[in-house]
Structures are given as structure tokens and as C-alpha cells.
């Protein structure tokens, strides 16, 4: 039994945009619940730099996927999407309406159209190519990548070592780019009715919006919460500490730049991060664009399609 009516709300857009408080005012006036699409949230103690919704407003509207794995566990896109499927399941034998709310949109069309069925993983592989990461850099992995498989290197960031490898791993083992698997695939499998809306705003008020936040989660202890990160035994290679914020803290620790180049260098790699993700969303089929601003609009079209299933 899927939502009311077999119906998703998304609500995507880059970072900053302002999803999180909006969906939260969304979900309590339609008894909504909200799954968080975010690659980071799900780690537990990645608090302030993930940008969490304070406990209060958690408790007010309850929120899934938020806190489930270690930052040493293995999180990916496809036990996200098993995971969300299973919460969807529960909200819609409780009648409750679903918003999915986040900007990881791998993560989102994982949900939306499932996940391709790569091969196995290789033990043996992955700590080769983790081996080679400890000793050149997650940039050395990457670069080994763009000369084998230039497609893929030009989707996946420098920084994200899982995604790396793992891409590496498939042209291993099966000779072909894990692009030709994902196009393949096509992401097709799609059991719900959804509405994806998206956030968007001008890019010098996007751009202010983030530097605002990058600075006030500095004041609100991001560097203490990541020195308490790496006290726990949590290595600075896993996933999560070389998330956005976290490694930059971590460069500051290490003694490679005072805290206000720190600083100003996670401003400009999360505008960075921001543009791809406005590039992804563009590319992405089937999704509405209103200005943040537009509560009046971005609610009636909300309405108007949960109402339309029932």
C-alpha cells in the first residue's frame, strides 16, 4: 500500500535554498511526514555541518532516514532507496501524505526509478583502491579514473572516494563504464505518482544565502563537533568526514590553513557544490521550478496534486 492516493511530493533544490524549513510548515499544515533525501543526514554525530533540523522541529513533524549509520557504516544510494521505500510503506498505511525533501539527487532517482543492478562489490579491489587513495590522495584515485573511464570521472567529484572507487570496481569487473550500467538501467522502475518541485532563487542571493550559513554553523561549533569526531577514532578518509565542512575543518586541524581560509574555502566549494546540483535538477525530467519566495504557488500545486489522487 503506497501514500494517499499512491503520492510523493519531492522538494529539492541546492543547498541553502531553503527546503527544510518549508517542507517542516508543509508537512505540519497537510499531517505530513518528511523522508530526508540527504547523503550526510544519515550519519549520526554529523550534526552542524549537515545542517539537521533542530530535535524540536523533528519531533513537531517527524522526519525518516535522518540518524541511522555510523560515519563508518556503509551508506549508498540503494539502501536509501530500500529504506525510504519501507518508510513510505508505513506512512501510507497510516494515511499520512509523504514529502521527500532533500538535494542528493542521486539519492531521489534512486527512489524514484530504482537502482541499476551493478555487479557485486570486490573486497580485494576496494582495498587496492583504498590503499592507493592512503598514499596519493582521494585526487590521485580520481585522476587514475579519469584515464580509464572519462564519463564517469566528469560525474563524480574528486572528493567522494566511495563513488570513485566504486566506479572503478565496475569497469573492473565487467569491462564496461558504470555510466553504460546507469544508462542501461535508465532509472525506470517507478512505483509512485510524484510531484518534484524545486527551490530556486538568483545565484547572487543563493550565494549569499550560503556563505550566511557557512559561517554561522562555524560559530555554532562545527569545528568542536568535528574535533570530537576524530577523538571517537573516526578517520578523516571515511565518506562523511570528507563531506563539505568536515574536511575543511579537518584541513584546519591539520595545520594546513588558519580558520578563516578554512572558511572561505567551504563557501566556495559548497557554491560550487551548489551549481552542480541546479545542473542535475535542470537534467532531471519531470521537475517544476518555483522562486523560495513563492509559498502561495509552491502550496496550491501541492494541493492540487495530493488532492487529485484521492
Known amino acids: 500500500m503506497g501514500p494517499p492516493g499512491g503520492r510523493l511530493v519531492v ?3 541546492p ?15 497537510l499531517g505530513g511526514e518528511i523522508i530526508s533525501a540527504d547523503s550526510m543526514q544519515v550519519y549520526r554525530g554529523l550534526d552542524i555541518g549537515t545542517a539537521k533540523p533542530p530535535r524540536e ?13 555510523d560515519p563508518d557504516e556503509d551508506y549508498n544510494a540503494a539502501r536509501f532507496a530500500r529504506e525510504a521505500r519501507r518508510a513510505i510503506e508505513d506512512l501510507g498505511q497510516r494515511g499520512k501524505a509523504v514529502f521527500v525533501v532533500g538535494g542528493t539527487g542521486l539519492y531521489i532517482r534512486a527512489l524514484l526509478g530504482g537502482i541499476f543492478p551493478g555487479p557485486g562489490s570486490d ?11 592512503r598514499q596519493g590522495g582521494t585526487g590521485y584515485l580520481h585522476s587514475l579514473l579519469a584515464a ?15 563513488r570513485v572507487i566504486r566506479a572503478l570496481e565496475v569497469l573492473a569487473l565487467t569491462g564496461r563504464s558504470i555510466v553504460d550500467s546507469q544508462e542501461a538501467h535508465g532509472f525506470r522502475n517507478r512505483p509512485y505518482e510524484v510531484l518534484v518541485v524545486a527551490l530556486g532563487l538568483e545565484r ?18 562545527l569545528l568542536e563537533e568535528t574535533r570530537g569526531l576524530l577523538s571517537k577514532g573516526y578517520g578523516p578518509h571515511l565518506k562523511p568526514l570528507q563531506g563539505l565542512g568536515y574536511r575543511h575543518m579537518i584541513s584546519h586541524l591539520r595545520g594546513e590553513m588558519d580558520l578563516e581560509a578554512a572558511v572561505n574555502l567551504l563557501i566556495r566549494d559548497t557554491r560550487r557544490y551548489a551549481k552542480r546540483q541546479v545542473t542535475w535538477l535542470r537534467s532531471e ?26
Open 11 to 13: 522538494l529539492t533544490g
Open 15 to 29: 543547498t541553502a535554498s531553503g527546503k527544510t524549513q518549508l517542507a517542516c510548515e508543509l508537512a505540519a499544515e
Open 57 to 69: 522541529v523533528r519531533e513537531a513533524v517527524p522526519h525518516h532516514l535522518i540518524d541511522v549509520a
Open 123 to 133: 573486497e580485494g579491489l576496494r582495498r587496492h583502491y583504498r590503499e592507493l587513495a
Open 148 to 162: 580509464r573511464d572519462g564519463r564517469a570521472a566528469a560525474r563524480i567529484h574528486p572528493h567522494d572516494e566511495v
Open 204 to 221: 547572487q542571493e543563493l550565494y549569499r544565502r550560503i556563505e550566511e550559513r557557512s559561517r554561522e554553523m562555524v560559530r555554532a561549533g
Open 285 to 310: 525530467e519531470g521537475v517544476t521550478w518555483f522562486h523560495r519566495t513563492d509559498r502561495y504557488g509552491i502550496t496550491r500545486k501541492i494541493l492540487d496534486f495530493l488532492r487529485s489522487g484521492l
